[in-house]
């Protein structure tokens, strides 16, 4: 399929494939890194809640009893607010909001290719340093 760019160029990508550079772009946040590896490490739909305090466990480098549970509700907004909607419109993550669950979605696949190709490009510049 042949798709037409805003200035009228033509792409090789359906409309609603998940660029590389917009995948880039989301992954400049930690915390959306983080709600991606979240997800796929649990490999199903997660409750908000229980995404934050997955988040805030991964953010803080500690364990879950010793969660704070002020810094869980900011993350939390955080997600809920920020992070989830972003990741939701691009195909990211499906977000029933009704439900507040959160899964993988679409274009996730393509999220994982750009983590990995973040990763791959921070060993290759920790190794050299």
């Given at each position: 399929?042949?798709?037409?760019s805003?200035?009228?160029?033509?792409?090789?990508?359906?409309?609603?494939?998940?660029?590389?550079t917009?995948?880039?772009?989301?992954?400049?946040?930690?915390?959306?890194?983080?709600?991606?590896?979240?997800l796929?490490?649990?490999?199903?739909?997660?409750?908000?809640?229980?995404?934050?305090?997955?988040?805030?466990?991964?953010?803080?480098?500690?364990?879950?009893?010793?969660?704070?549970?002020?810094?869980?509700?900011?993350?939390?907004?955080?997600?809920?607010?920020?992070?989830?909607?972003?990741?939701?419109?691009?195909?990211?993550?499906?977000?029933?909001?009704?439900?507040?669950?959160?899964?993988?979605?679409?274009?996730?696949?393509r999220?994982?290719?750009?983590?990995?190709?973040?990763?791959?490009?921070?060993?290759?510049?920790?190794?050299?340093a």
């Open positions: 399929m042949v798709a037409h805003r200035n009228g160029s033509q792409t090789n990508k359906p409309p609603d494939e998940l660029s590389m917009t995948a880039l772009n989301l992954l400049t946040e930690q915390r959306r890194r983080l709600v991606i590896d979240s796929l490490e649990n490999e199903q739909t997660l409750a908000l809640a229980d995404l934050a305090k997955e988040v805030t466990v991964r953010e803080n480098g500690t364990s879950m009893p010793k969660v704070d549970e002020d810094e869980v509700l900011r993350i939390y907004s955080s997600l809920y607010h920020n992070h989830i909607p972003r990741l939701a419109d691009a195909g990211v993550v499906k977000f029933e909001r009704e439900r507040e669950l959160v899964g993988l979605g679409k274009n996730s696949e999220m994982t290719d750009a983590l990995s190709a973040v990763s791959d490009g921070e060993l290759k510049n920790g190794e050299s």
